[in-house]
């Protein structure tokens, strides 16, 4: 079965980083979608970016510049590199891919960035 196992999480000050990474089972990997996505309270969740299995990258103009999506297909594994990290990132981020019209979840990673 498809298992997504988001870690990385944590508490950073703002301006910080942290590098989110998800491993994956159950797909082949190096050819399969992958994205980031994050919840903030109250709010709906959103893409934050997403990775294409040929290495295509796509962002959300609020992060552009400052993270770094990458796969690791040796690793089945797909990080998420955040830099200038803004107390409006604190949210939970999910990592989430797609197989046969069928969304997979990870289980989520808590971002704070304090002010």
């Known amino acids: 079965q498809v298992q997504l196992v988001e870690s990385g999480g944590g508490l950073v000050q703002a301006g910080g980083s942290l590098r989110l990474s998800c491993a994956v089972s159950?797909?082949?990997?190096?050819?399969?979608?992958m994205a980031w996505y994050r919840q903030a309270p109250g709010k709906q969740r959103e893409l934050v970016a997403a990775?294409?299995?040929?290495?295509?990258?796509n962002y959300a103009d609020s992060v552009k510049g400052r993270f770094i999506i990458s796969r690791d297909n040796a690793k089945n594994t797909v990080h998420l590199q955040m830099n200038s990290l803004k107390p409006e990132d604190t949210a939970v981020y999910y990592c989430?891919?797609?197989?046969?019209?069928?969304?997979?979840w990870g289980q989520g990673t808590q971002v704070t960035v304090s002010s």
């Open positions: 989430k891919t797609n197989l046969m019209s069928r969304n997979y």
């Open positions: 159950g797909v082949i990997f190096s050819v399969t979608n």
């Open positions: 990775i294409s299995g040929g290495g295509s990258t």
